[in-house]
């Protein structure tokens, strides 16, 4: 089972809206061709004082380095553990009822191009970032995996 081109769109489409806040252009359209197979792609430029634009590509997706087959917003909840703390309560894993995930991914795809612009100003040859929804939800239920973990 594969996501839907628009479902898959997520991550970057919430990258793209926190970067245009933010006043920055893109070099082609967040429905890029990638998203058949990822979570998304995006390409971001910006002029440099008027001598040359600083371009970053932004690649996002599912798995990343986690060796499992995560291909939507689902089977990353699943495997990353954001079932198990939702479900706590009850006693089952229970899905959130929103794509907490890839909207993470998302911003965390922004943080990850914002960085290295800001990289490449200061002279650094930085043109690509690449993250995961699966890293995204590992990193947003890591304070609960340690709190579990810790003793008292």
């Known amino acids: 089972m594969t996501a839907s081109p628009r479902l898959a769109a997520l991550p970057a489409d919430i990258a793209v809206r926190h970067l245009r806040a933010l006043g920055c252009g893109f070099t082609n359209s967040p429905a890029h061709e990638t998203y058949a197979t990822g979570a998304g792609h995006l390409s971001l430029s910006l002029p440099d004082s008027g001598r040359r ?4 590509d932004c690649a996002i997706e599912w798995a990343g380095p986690v060796d499992a087959p995560l291909e939507d917003e689902a089977t990353v909840q699943a495997a990353c553990g954001i079932m198990h703390v939702h479900g ?3 006693g089952i894993p229970e899905p959130l009822g929103v794509d907490y995930a890839s909207v993470t991914a ?3 795809a922004a943080q990850g191009v914002l960085a290295a612009l800001v990289g490449r100003l200061r002279g650094m040859d930085l043109g690509r970032v690449t993250t995961s929804v699966a890293q995204a939800a590992l990193l947003s239920v890591a304070q609960y995996l340690a709190a579990a973990t810790a003793d008292d």
Not at 53 to 56: K, Y
């Open 53 to 56: 634009p600083l371009s970053v």
């Open 88 to 90: 706590r309560k009850s």
């Open 106 to 108: 998302g911003v965390l």
